[in-house]
Each structure stands twice: as C-alpha cells, then as structure tokens.
C-alpha cells in the first residue's frame, strides 16, 4: 500500500481558477515531517513547503496555501488564482524514522497540474 | 552559486553497458540521494549516503552501484544487471542540521535511454 496517496494524476484548470491538489498520507509514527515540491517542465524538483506532524496551523505564502489535517491524514495543497507558470508536477511527500533514526522521505506519484491561458 | 549538478543532461547506452552518472553538490551537505522517475511511478528511491564512505540501499537498488568518496561527489552506475534502465535519474542532498529532517536539494536530472 501506498503512504503517501496523490489520487488526482492530471488536473486542467483555466487561469484564475483556484485548485487543490490532495494528499493523503499513512503513518504509525507520531514524529513525521511532510512536504511539497513542484517539478517544472526542466525536471528540478523546487522545495515549496515543510510541515512537522505536531504543527496542525494552516499556512499560507502568496497565492499557495496548505491545509494540514491529522484527524483525516491529510496535507492539501490550495493554489489560489492560478497562472500559467503554476503548471507543473506536484508532488506531496512523507518523512518517517527509519531504525536508526534516519528520517527518508517517500513521495508520491505526482499530480500534473496544468493551467490553460 | 550553490547547487547541484548532474551530468549529462541526456545520454543514450546501448544494452550490456554499465554506465555511470555524475551528482556534485557545493551546498556542504551530509545527505546525498538518487531516485528514479517513470511516468506515472513518482520519484522511487535507489540509494541514499549520509556520510562520506558510507551508504544505503533504497528500494530498489537492484542492478545499480554507488559510491561515497568525496562529500560533494555521489555518482551513480547504472549496470547491466538493471533490467529496465530506461528512467529520468534525480539526485538530491539535504542537510543534517539543525532538523533531523531538512528539505531535499534535487540536481536538473539526467535522461538515460537504452537503445
């Protein structure tokens, strides 16, 4: 099974329309760290946002906000009045303590936003 | 400008070919990584080092070799026991202070097509 659930693979949406690109995560751990990146169309991944399991406060940075949600497992991604430039690969990622204490993360498989003009 | 760099960008290997490629970070990181990226598949993990001379298998390390001299140096060789080789290769570093975990660092990748 999964740990880190993208269930949407593509979302087309028209510029300034506002979007949510979802993630759900799977833990037994009470100490996990979560992420965001974007991938361009160039392929380098662009670090967005950073979350600790014991930090639940929403965020929000310009036109991105994030909703954490523990209760539901979730870690969504709000891109208020998109652009053309938002079109990328999202991707939502999962951090835990491996034996050892070493905390990799796991990513999942990515949701193709593209914003039409 | 602080960063990563992976070379080459493309690179095409015939079948039966081992084939190394290059990850180089200035950032001063202890964490270095490789994935691999298939469409639809998300970035998987290959191997990860998070010291000099010392690193890890991920999950799916098969058909695939690392090395751990330099701290800014983390090359990947692709070999030919790597049955699908055929991927978008990322590389990525992260520092180890001051959270035990901190953002990942990613290079431009590298296409590698078998032909």
């Known amino acids: 099974a999964q740990k880190v659930t993208q269930a949407q693979t593509e979302i087309s949406v028209v510029e300034k329309e506002d979007v949510t690109l979802d993630c759900v995560y799977e833990t037994r751990d009470t100490t996990y760290y979560l992420f965001w990146y974007k991938q361009p169309p160039s392929g380098e991944l662009v670090f967005l946002i950073r979350r600790n399991s014991f930090d639940e406060q929403n965020e929000i940075s310009g036109r991105y906000s994030w909703n954490f949600q523990k209760s539901t497992s979730s870690f969504n991604f709000t891109i208020t009045a998109s652009q053309v430039v938002d079109s990328a690969v999202y991707f939502c990622a999962l951090s835990e303590a491996l034996s050892g204490g070493s905390y990799i993360p796991t990513f999942g498989r990515g949701t193709s936003l593209i914003v039409h003009p | 400008d602080g960063g990563i760099t992976q070379s080459p960008k493309y690179l095409f290997r015939k079948e039966g070919q081992n084939v190394t490629l290059s990850c180089e970070q200035n950032?001063?990181?202890?964490?270095m990584y490789w994935y691999r990226q298939d469409p639809g598949q998300g970035l998987r993990l290959i191997y990860y080092?998070?010291?000099?001379?010392?690193?890890q298998k991920g999950d799916i390390a098969e058909g695939y070799s690392v090395s751990r001299e330099k701290k800014e140096s983390f090359p990947l060789t692709v070999t030919s026991a790597q049955k699908n080789p055929t991927a978008f290769y990322l590389c990525a570093s992260s520092a180890a202070e001051p959270l035990p975990y901190n953002e990942q660092f990613f290079g431009p990748g590298t296409r590698l097509t078998v032909l």
């Open positions: 080092s998070q010291i000099v001379n010392d690193f």
């Open positions: 950032l001063n990181h202890d964490a």
